[in-house]
C-alpha cells in the first residue's frame, strides 16, 4: 500500500513528523512511560508538571521531575505556578536540564492546582498568564510554549482571546485541550474551539483532547488544521496508540494493537522500566496502576485488577503475569 507522506510540525527550534506526542500526566507520564511511548512511536514528549515554587524551593522531587535523557528527546518540561517572578527563577532552574521546550500548564483543572491560582485558573486571569509568559520568555533562551483549555467553563469560553494575548507575549506554540476548565475530563472535547484558535493566531497549534484511534487523530488535524496532536489518557495501559496513528496517517489503515500475550511483555517491560528509574520498591509501587490499566479487557480483569493492588516485588509481577496468560491459554482453549 502506497504511504501518504506525513509532513513536519515546527514549533520552538523542533521540526518533527506531524503525527503524534505524549501529553504530561501527573503521577503517570513518568520517565518509564515516556520511553514506553517513545518506543512506540511518539514523536514528542512532555514531562509531569511541576511546580515553580517548589523548584524555588529546592524541592528534590521537582528538580527529579526535570530530568531530561536523550533518548526521551524531543521533549519538554512543564511548569506551573501563578507569579511570574518565582516562574521566572523556576524556568532558569529547568533550563539548566537542557530542555527543548519549557511548557507553561495553564490548563490543570485539578482543584489542589486551580486553588492556589494556577494551571486552569490561570484562564479566569489572562492579563496575570500574560505577565508570566513575558517574565518566562526574559528569563531564558528556551522556547517557551503554553497549554490551556476552551474556557474556564462555558460562560467564560475565551480560549481565541487567551490564545492571541499568549502569542503576543513570546509564546512560540499553544496546546488547545477541547474542554473547559470545570469539565474536568467529562463530556467531550470541543474541537471547533481548536480550529478557532488555529484561525486566529500565527504560532503553531496543538490539538488535544478525545484523541483515542488513528482516525480520531486524521479528524483532529483535518477538522482543526491543527500543527500538532497530542494524545494522553489514550495511551494507559495502550502505548502502541502512536504507533497506531502513525499507521493511520501515512497508510489510511491503523496498524493492529498487540494480541493479549504481547500486551502482558510490553507492561513487563514498562515495569521493568520503572523499576530501574525508580528502584524496585518504589518502582512497583508507582506502577500498579499501569498494570491494572494494562489489564483492562482481558478475560477476568476484574480479577486481575484487583490483584494488582497487591504487587509488592517484580516476582509479585510475573507471577501475576503468568496468571495473566494462563488465562488467555484457557480461553483460547475454550
Known sequence: ??????????????????????????SVADRAYRLIAKKFGAVYLVGEMVSAQGLCYSSERSGQLLKVTDEERPMAV???????????????????????????????PMPKVTGNGSGGALMRTPELAANIVHSVTDAVNVPVTVKIRKGWDDDTVNAVEFAKLMEKSGCAAICVHGRTV????????????????????????????????????????????????????ASQGAPWIFREIDSYL?????????????????????????????????????????????????????????????????????????????????????
Open 182 to 233: 470545570k469539565q474536568i475530563y467529562s463530556g467531550r472535547s470541543d474541537s471547533s474551539i481548536i480550529a478557532e484558535v488555529k484561525a486566529a493566531v500565527n504560532i503553531p497549534v496543538i490539538g488535544n483532547g478525545d484523541i483515542n484511534s488513528g482516525e480520531s487523530a486524521m479528524l483532529m488535524y483535518k477538522q482543526t488544521g491543527c500543527d500538532f496532536i497530542m494524545v494522553g489518557r
Open 78 to 108: 512543564q511548569l506551573f505556578g501563578s507569579d511570574p517572578s518565582i516562574m521566572a527563577k523556576a524556568a532558569k532552574i529547568a533550563a539548566q536540564y537542557r530542555p527543548d521546550i519549557i511548557d507553561i500548564n495553564m490548563g490543570c
Open 250 to 334: 501515512r497508510t489510511g489503515k491503523p496498524a493492529p494493537p498487540p494480541p493479549p500475550d504481547e500486551v502482558i511483555e510490553i507492561m513487563l517491560e514498562h515495569i521493568s522500566l520503572a523499576c530501574s528509574v525508580y528502584g524496585e520498591k518504589r518502582g512497583i509501587i508507582e506502577s500498579r496502576k499501569h498494570a491494572a490499566w494494562y489489564l483492562k479487557g482481558f478475560h477476568n480483569a476484574a480479577q486481575l485488577r484487583a490483584s494488582c493492588v497487591k504487587i509488592e516485588n517484580y516476582q509479585d509481577l510475573k507471577r501475576l503475569a503468568s496468571q495473566a496468560k494462563k488465562l488467555i491459554i484457557d480461553l483460547l482453549g475454550n
Open 1 to 26: 500500500m502506497k504511504e501518504n507522506s506525513v509532513k513536519n510540525a515546527v514549533f520552538g527550534n523542533l521540526s518533527i513528523p506531524q503525527t503524534s506526542g505524549l501529553s504530561p500526566m501527573a
